[in-house]
């Protein structure tokens, strides 16, 4: 079974930055894309970032990011650990959220526990 364990939440004024990091384990060889998502309070979950995990030399370290977040949030990936990141800057109060880590693996998506991240104005 595929474990994920987020940290690095926390609580920021706006303008501040904090970085995420979400620590895979068990069996990801299959797995291809490593993501974030957040939700807000009171919202569905969304999509936040991506970037490609597979083995491709093509594809490898292809990123993707919402429009909200361009910009000002930068996904990265350590292989060797097998752990990625979520650097977040310049964050506004509407980047208050629970933010999940996810990791897309042959057709079955896990999940980190979600990490609580609050920006005050």
């Known amino acids: 079974q595929v474990q994920l364990v987020e940290s690095g939440g926390g609580s920021v004024q706006a303008g501040g930055s904090l970085r995420l990091s979400c620590a895979a384990s068990?069996?990801?060889?299959?797995?291809?894309?490593r993501r974030w998502y957040r939700q807000p309070p009171g919202k569905e979950r969304e999509f936040v970032a991506s970037?490609?995990?597979?083995?491709?030399?093509?594809?490898?370290?292809?990123?993707a990011y919402v429009g909200s977040v361009k910009g000002r949030f930068i996904i990265s990936q350590d292989n060797a650990k097998n752990t990625w990141y979520l650097q977040m800057n310049s964050l506004k109060p509407e980047d208050t959220a629970v933010y999940y880590c996810?990791?897309?693996?042959?057709?079955?998506?896990?999940w980190g526990q979600g990490t609580q991240v609050t920006v005050s104005s």
């Open positions: 068990g069996p990801t060889s299959r797995c291809i894309e």
């Open positions: 996810s990791f897309w693996c042959g057709g079955a998506q896990y």
């Open positions: 970037i490609a995990n597979s083995d491709t030399i093509d594809e490898f370290g292809r990123t």
